[in-house]
């Protein structure tokens, strides 16, 4: 665990954060979906915890470069890589390029997902499809092949995004999405109990609402603005959640010190009220 010493005792709070700060110096993590949002935030947080490393995406290239940009500005070992989860060749390519160019994989975080707002009536299987792909196939894929990398040196922390729309909450329109994110939870477990001899944890963490572009996304200004305070009336916390909120729980299931931690499904949400149910 990293320990940061200086100016600590100047600012209330300091050390706590200081001693909370997960060293991951000499790991190599891979970041599905990171050229923007939670991925994003989870990339930049990783490296500044000192990990190299991948910052996979499909179509904003841009995106990607400029972080890899940012990151290697800071002094961190980053690259890009164009992969779709959902191609199983794909994303098997991806974990061997990613060990050829930082070295043995240690962590991965399947943070690529698809989200498509639907009721029974508005159904549409193609909508289904493209999310199941990405949310379900992709961490499949992803996990499946990274574990054959990790089980060789009997170590590993794979996370997972969920959401707690996969738990049962009662925003409209996302029962479909929901059911992608409750196959993650499952799968996060059952893939924990296969994978636990090998050394390699696998956990995941379910986002509340989380201030990014993909929940501006079909919905307008007006629709935005009063779903988000609606949300924050539903927060314990008082207040929305942040795309860091989510890379700081991320970065501690990923460090070295969350060894005896494994399959879990840990909530981020502020503590949301209006969960359908509450098991």
């Given at each position: 665990m990293?320990?940061?010493?200086g100016?600590?005792d ?9 001693l909370l ?16 949002g ?21 179509n904003?290239s ?11 500005s ?23 390029t ?21 009721t029974l ?9 493209r ?18 990398a ?27 999405y ?5 196959a ?7 893939f924990?109990?296969?994978l636990?001899?090998?050394?390699i ?11 990014t572009d ?16 609606r ?5 314990m ?15 501690f299931?990923s ?11 840990l ?11 509450h098991?």
């Open positions: 990293g320990i940061v010493t100016g600590c100047k600012k209330p709070g300091a050390k706590i954060k200081a700060f997960m060293d991951l110096k000499g790991q190599v993590a891979l970041v599905t979906g990171a050229s923007r939670l991925g994003r935030a989870i990339a930049l947080r990783l490296a500044a915890a000192g990990a190299a490393v991948c910052v996979n995406y499909v904003r841009g995106e990607a470069d400029s972080l890899v940009d940012e990151m290697l800071r002094g961190g070992v980053a690259f890009p890589h164009r992969a779709d989860v959902g191609d199983a060749a794909q994303a098997e390519s991806m974990i061997a990613v060990e050829q160019e930082l070295g043995p994989l240690t962590i991965l975080v399947n943070n690529a997902g698809v989200a498509w707002r639907a009536e508005t159904f549409d299987i193609e909508g289904m499809e999310m199941r792909r990405t949310n379900v196939d992709g961490l499949i894929h992803m996990t499946r092949f990274a574990a054959r990790m089980k060789p040196n009997g170590y590993g922390r794979i996370v997972n995004l969920s959401s707690i729309a996969g738990h049962g909450t009662a925003l409209p329109g996302n029962a479909f929901a059911a992608t994110k409750a993650v939870s499952v799968l996060t477990r059952r924990a109990m296969e636990g001899p090998s050394g944890t696998v956990n995941a963490v379910a986002p509340g609402f989380i201030l993909m929940v501006k996304e079909g919905r307008t200004p007006e629709e935005y603005e009063q779903t988000v305070g949300m924050r009336e539903l927060c916390a008082g207040r929305t959640g942040t795309p860091e909120d989510i890379a700081n729980a991320v970065a299931l460090a070295p010190e969350a060894g005896f931690i494994t399959a879990q499904v909530t981020v949400d502020g503590g949301r009220m209006d969960y359908i149910g098991s």
